[in-house]
């Protein structure tokens, strides 16, 4: 049998297949390799995307940590720089009151060398007059003594006169103070009725009555008489200047006094008794004034100002109007002593003004400090009127010299720029709740006769929320603010409903009509709230 021969033909094709599945199998080897690679790749750019995101919002947290550290650092710094600007606002305080006490110790030894100077010519004078008059009466003729006895006895029937005339002005004198204390006791039965009267109807907030011309001149003419009282005033404590520069004794007493009357009010503070001391020193510094001899004597009436209610007794008294000028002088310093500290301490904290004002409405009250039955209290709101006027209904813009001077916007000195909106605020806080805790006093039980009836509080309440809502601003709200709060029940109190009606047109549409959304407007009106939820009253 025959060797099977090879086919030749189908060995090439046979290889060329082969070769084309192992071509192909290396190229879908290489693309699944290409493929798994670049797989990969997008998996390590994911995670790096997300590593950088999550780096990027790492940083953003500690880039905002950062900022509320060095926020946090800077209110430090600015808290630290105000707690040292404070205490180096009292290290002046201290340096200027260590400076006057150096002072005043310095006028106290040369009054002291003064008087003793004084005190040798005065003796060596008479020492030289006794000897002449030794000299003089060896010398003289038995005429010259019988002149000089004639002298004498016509010396002393003068003086016999002038002891019957004491004691006839003294007799006339007593009956005039019974008659004064009787007329006292009837003003004060009148008083229990109308101390708070019930209240006139209070005008629609915002809104301008028929009246609102009359009674805006009429505010403005009382207005002008307090600060025409104040301008005097300061003329009062020029001339006292100038006398005590003729008279070392007088400068030494007004001094004394002076200093005194301040560190007595600068004294006074809350608690049962905590002020009798004070009080009884101003007490007993006011009646030296009082029986003082060295000052010149001036005319009382023409420090109080001329009302319905005082006019019958300023124009029909009998009894004589001079006074000691060092108590008018006093009592002014006692008013300035006070506002100064409504101011210090009741613009910080307003209800530090209580005990203030209840020692000031005890001075003026004091039948000892009254002329015909008449308090000197004027000498304190003739300051008021400088200091607040808005609690006597004026008003002006804020935006404006001769505004911010109506309203009682104070510079930092004479010529100065204004003092800024918050310094502003709080002189404005002290004074309101000062007024309020002195207009707001209760004597129905009290022996004497309110110096300033509680009227006056509605009057000023009245002449605030009154004002055209135009017109109304910062000072007001501060003022009202600090007036009201704390002392609704004392007013309600006093007026019942209409009181109520009063603070809610106060505190409620006052706000509401005229604040503009202001800051100052938006304290007043959460007044309501907070009267509701701690007294449980509501308006």
């Excluded at 390590?44 to 900022?67: K, N, P, Q, V, Y």
């Excluded at 001339?239 to 005194?260: V, Y």
Aim: hydrophobic fraction near 35%.
């Amino acid at each position: 049998m025959a060797p099977k021969a090879h086919n030749t033909e189908d060995t090439p094709s046979s290889f060329l297949r082969d070769l084309g599945r192992l071509r192909l199998s290396t190229d879908q080897a290489f693309y699944a390799e290409l493929d798994r690679q670049t797989l990969q790749k997008e998996i390590e750019h994911r995670t790096a995307l997300a590593a950088a995101a999550a780096e990027h919002e790492r940083i953003r947290r500690s880039a905002e940590i950062a900022r509320l550290r060095i926020e946090h650092e800077l209110e430090k710094e600015l808290q630290r720089r105000r707690d040292e600007e404070i205490r180096d606002l009292d290290r002046v305080r201290r340096e200027k009151a260590e400076l006057e006490l150096v002072e005043r110790r310095r006028e106290i030894e040369r009054a002291r060398q003064d008087d003793v100077e004084r005190r040798k010519a005065e003796n060596e004078e008479r020492a030289l007059i006794e000897r002449q008059n030794q000299a003089r009466a060896v010398a003289l003729a038995d005429e010259e003594r019988r002149k000089l006895k004639e002298k004498l006895d016509a010396e002393e029937a003068t003086r016999r006169r002038e002891r019957e005339e004491e004691d006839r002005r003294a007799r006339a004198a007593t009956a005039n103070e019974r008659a004064r204390q009787a007329l006292q006791r009837q003003q004060s039965a009148q008083l229990e009725k109308t101390d708070h009267p019930p209240p006139p109807e209070l005008p629609s907030v915002g809104t301008k009555p028929a009246s609102t011309g009359s009674q805006s001149t009429e505010r403005e003419a009382v207005h002008g008489r307090y600060t025409s009282l104040h301008q005097k005033l300061k003329q009062l404590r020029s001339n006292m200047t100038i006398q005590s520069k003729k008279n070392p004794a007088l400068k030494s007493m007004m001094g004394d006094m002076r200093r005194e009357i301040r560190k007595c009010v600068g004294q006074l503070t809350e608690g049962k008794g905590a002020n009798r001391g004070p009080t009884a020193k101003l007490m007993t510094i006011l009646k030296v004034a009082l029986a003082d001899t060295s000052s010149p004597r001036l005319d009382v009436r023409e420090y109080i100002i001329l009302t319905p209610t005082n006019k019958q007794a300023l124009e029909s008294s009998n009894n004589s109007p001079e006074v000691p000028s060092l108590l008018i002088y006093l009592l002014n310093i006692f008013a300035k002593a006070t506002i100064a500290q409504f101011i210090s301490e009741a613009g910080v904290s307003p209800k530090t003004a209580d005990p203030i004002g209840i020692v000031a409405v005890q001075i003026f009250a004091s039948n000892d400090f009254r002329w015909n039955g008449i308090s000197l209290i004027d000498l304190l709101i003739a300051k008021y009127h400088v200091v607040c006027p808005v609690l006597f209904g004026i008003y002006g813009s804020e935006k404006s010299e001769n505004g911010r001077k109506r309203l009682g916007w104070w510079r930092e000195e004479k010529d100065g720029p204004w003092l800024s909106e918050q310094r502003h605020s709080e002189r404005m806080t002290g004074l309101g709740a000062g007024f309020a805790a002195f207009a707001l006093r209760n004597f129905e039980k009290s022996r004497l006769d309110n110096p300033y009836p509680n009227w006056n509080y509605w009057q000023a309440l009245q002449g605030i929320i009154s004002v055209p809502a135009d017109e109304a601003t910062l000072t007001h709200f501060v003022v009202l603010k600090a007036m009201v709060e704390g002392y609704e029940p004392r007013f309600i109190e006093f007026y019942g409903r209409a009181g109520l009606a009063a603070l809610r047109k106060a505190l409620i549409e006052f706000p509401n009509v005229a604040g503009q959304g202001s800051v100052a407007a938006r304290a007043v009106a959460v007044l309501p709230d907070v009267l509701k939820k701690d007294k449980k009253l509501t308006l």
